[in-house]
């Protein structure tokens, strides 16, 4: 797991530790001093650690005149122990929703296991969507970690399935995916 780092192609456009309204502004990330681990595994230096033992993060891109952010994920989303939802909804997005933003591409090609506990914070976050027409997608998540989601009820509180689930995001900028990715969920609604 020490070589799977956060996208890196899109830090000439956006670095969430020099970005003053990011969460993680001014953390510092070595590329050789391995700090944190999931389990017994380390990780790649590079993920933000947002006080969960299992789940980490890194923000790879923000847009604050669109209204979006594209976060990457790595680890296992342990709702169960560590409430992973909760660290998340309350440092990571209620930190960029103060900024905003509304729009919430969760990359998860990296989230290896799910584990559930209740919805009431997917329930808020998608409350506080909803009062801006905002949304969040789940992009690339693995079928096994989406199953279970969905045994939850999550898929009601945030966008994925279908097209969403063996997505090409790489080969977008991040506005184009943004729009490609809006475009879709207009559809569905639609």
Request: with cysteine; charged share 25%.
């Amino acid at each position: 797991m020490h070589a799977i780092e956060p996208y890196y192609r899109w830090l000439d456009l956006y670095n969430s530790e020099e970005d003053p309204s990011s969460p993680f502004y001014g953390r510092f990330h070595s590329e050789f001093e391995y700090t944190h681990q999931i389990y017994n595994y380390l990780i790649h230096p590079q993920w933000d650690d947002l006080g969960s033992p299992t789940l980490f993060v890194r923000i790879i891109y923000c847009d604050y005149t669109a209204n979006f952010a594209i976060i990457e994920l790595i680890g296992e989303w342990n709702d169960a122990i560590n409430n992973d939802i909760m660290l998340l909804k309350r440092d990571v997005i209620d930190a960029l929703a103060q900024e905003d933003i509304r729009y919430f591409i969760l990359i998860g090609e990296n989230v290896l296991n799910f584990h559930y506990s209740d919805d009431s914070y997917y329930e808020e976050w998608f409350e506080d969507m909803n009062e801006f027409d905002g949304w969040a997608a789940m992009i690339n998540f693995r079928p096994h970690v989406l199953s279970e989601m969905n045994k939850c009820n999550i898929d009601q509180y945030l966008v994925n399935g279908g097209e969403f689930d063996d997505f090409e995001w790489r080969t977008y900028n991040p506005n184009q995916l943004f729009n490609k990715i809006n475009k879709l969920i207009n559809n569905r609604l639609n």
